[in-house]
């Protein structure tokens, strides 16, 4: 039977092809079937329930010294002396950090190599190693003092009496920290558009001027995921300096065990804490983050707090919805 | 004749062994409009880079308003200037980019306010005034709060001529500023320019605008290979130039 139309290539059945395609609407779509993808997610399943049962069931886990732990004094104590080391490193880390990367940046080669040094010893050593060095500080410089350098000293005081061992843990993970923040933060200056810093110049904005309004908070899309990757692990490496017999979590923890040797449970408590302190940062970041994406979005996306609002009034809408009645509202407005 | 705003007098500038400009001469009168022509890698935007000291130059001078640019003069010798003077310095020398280069990070109005307030210590207010009053000229007032990416490239391009404004410079320099944008916003720009060259705005033009340059300039420069070919009236220089390179780069552009 001769046809007008032929069949387009790579039709399926042109035999039985209707000349006439049916409408669109009459046509329904049979999403495809991802057997393996079922399967996996059953099998991923079963070994997380096994996983919680565990958790739940185990009796090792000792649930009930857990809770007489975590909230105990000594422990919250412990975690406060953490997030004092965490912060004071964090600030102090990246302020010095923030200092050398302009160093490594400068036009002056005896600061860059400077910096260049510092940032490659400082990574070389390992913190632990660092922080023992610090604690032996007083075997290293018995006193300090302000003087003429290579000359007289006017002033000087016993270096333990100076620092004491929580100022020794500080200066470590602060030099160590700085070394890891100065490559961030020269990551970040040098991921802005050299435009930025030619316009500012043209418009005669003083240089540090420049760095602080101009080029920093645009580094700053590029500094803070790994910055928060940084503070993250600062916190955890914080653990470290349990060497130094500061009552930090881990150390406090450890002391707890080695009295009533429950060993499991209190390392239970540690973990929680550090879960916990872990995702108040990682929320931190995420607002922090949003904030030096002004300008950069379109339109940026709604936070979770937002999204939820959003839901609730969603629901009271569909709700309200739901409670009129269905039945046209009577005319006469009289229904009794 | 009015005095002579901008003097660049015999600059040689090298980037390595590359010779980009070879002793260039140029006198722009205040008010006058300045459009320099050139093939790609005649030296027209180093050259205009050199005016404001984002490039430094090797040999020669360049004043403006009689006050070197740069440099310091005692006896029979330039001192260098500290970057602080000459960032002072730049604030009487507007500068428009080709890529606009405004900070996205700051709205509309912020990105005018920002130079009169650090660099002039203008108080912010009065900073904020201005600003409103320039964003109105370029007819962008209601853009104040926009965050630069939010605006049409040429939006952006008349921003970043209102920013160079806020400072009240004696002189514009403008770096090929069309020459990034979609054929349709060309017109909106150069009717901005054109309105500021009517108010007697002392301005260096680098363009590959033709028609512009007919139209506005009172001088055209045709630079050639590092140095200026030819200059004159557009109607000399466009529709009679004396020079073989002029006319076959002419011949080529129009």
Redesign the interface.
């Known amino acids: 039977m001769p046809t007008t139309r032929t069949a387009p290539p790579g039709a399926i059945s042109p035999g039985t092809a209707p000349d006439v395609p049916p409408a669109p609407e009459a046509l329904r779509v049979v999403p495809a079937r991802h057997y393996a993808r079922w399967t996996a997610a059953v099998v991923v399943l079963v070994l997380v329930a096994q996983f919680v049962h565990g958790l739940a069931t185990n009796p090792v886990w000792e649930w009930g010294v857990f809770r007489a732990y975590v909230l105990s004094e000594t422990i919250v104590q412990a975690v406060w002396v953490t997030l004092q080391l965490t912060a004071y490193a964090t600030v102090l880390g990246f302020l010095l950090g923030t200092v050398l990367a302009f160093m490594r940046l400068s036009r002056s080669p005896v600061l860059q190599t400077v910096a260049w040094t510092y940032i490659w010893i400082f990574r070389s050593i390992p913190m632990i190693v660092q922080l023992v060095f610090w604690f032996n500080l007083s075997a290293l410089y018995d006193r300090l003092g302000v003087g003429i350098p290579f000359g007289p000293v006017f002033w000087s005081v016993d270096s333990d009496s100076l620092i004491g061992t929580i100022g020794a843990a500080v200066i470590g993970l602060t030099l160590h920290q700085a070394a890891y923040a100065a490559e961030i933060v020269r990551g970040g200056v040098i991921s802005v ?1 050299h ?2 810093s ?10 540090l ?1 420049q760095i602080r ?2 080029v920093l ?2 580094a700053m899309r590029a500094i803070l995921p790994t910055a928060g990757n940084e503070i993250i692990g600062l916190l955890k490496g914080t653990s470290v300096v349990y060497v130094m017999a500061i009552g930090e979590l881990f150390y406090q923890v450890q002391v707890v065990y080695g009295r009533n040797g429950r060993v499991i449970p209190l390392l239970l408590v540690a973990t929680a804490w550090y879960v916990v302190l872990t995702s108040l940062l990682s929320v931190a970041q995420y607002y922090v983050e949003r904030r ?1 994406a ?3 979005d ?1 339109t940026p996306p709604p936070t979770p707090l937002q999204r939820a609002r959003r839901f609730v009034r969603d629901l009271r809408a569909a709700a309200a919805r739901r409670d009129q009645p269905v039945v046209p509202l009577n005319p006469l407005g009289e229904s009794r | 004749m009015s005095e002579v705003m901008v003097d660049v007098h015999g600059v040689h500038k090298s980037f390595g062994p590359l010779q980009v400009l070879r002793g260039v001469d140029l006198q722009v009168r205040a008010g006058e409009v300045t459009v320099i022509l050139g093939p790609s890698g005649s030296g027209k935007s180093t050259l205009l880079r050199t005016i ?1 000291h ?1 490039e430094k130059v090797d040999q020669g001078w360049i004043s403006i308003d009689g006050e070197l640019i740069g440099y310091r003069r005692s006896g029979g010798k330039l001192h260098e200037l500290k ?2 003077d000459v ?5 009487g ?1 507007g ?1 428009v ?1 080709q ?1 606009f ?7 509309v109005l912020d990105n005018l306010v ?2 009169p307030v ?3 210590r203008r108080p912010r207010k009065e900073a904020e005034e201005t600003a409103r009053r320039l964003l109105d000229r370029v007819g962008l007032a209601d853009k104040a709060d926009a ?4 605006l049409s490239g040429g939006q952006q391009q008349r921003v970043a001529i209102a ?2 404004l806020a ?1 009240g410079p004696k002189v514009l320099l403008f770096d090929e500023p069309t020459s990034a944008l979609d054929p349709e916003l060309v017109g909106e720009v150069l009717d901005v320019i054109r309105d500021l060259a009517g108010t007697g705005t002392t301005m260096i033009v680098v363009t590959h605008e033709i028609g512009f340059a007919r139209e506005v300039a009172d001088t055209v420069v045709f630079m050639d290979g590092g140095g200026v070919v030819e200059q004159g009236p557009p109607a000399a220089v466009l529709d009679d130039p004396r020079h073989e390179r002029t006319r076959a780069f002419l011949s080529k552009v129009l």
């Open positions: 558009d435009g930025q030619e316009a500012a110049a043209a418009l005669g904005i003083p240089r001027r309004r101009i908070p645009q030096y002004r300008g950069a379109r | 404001n984002l970057e602080k960032l002072k310095q730049r604030t020398i500068f980019f890529t280069n405004l900070f996205p990070h700051l709205t920002e130079a650090s660099a002039l965050y630069p990416r939010r920013r160079a400072l």
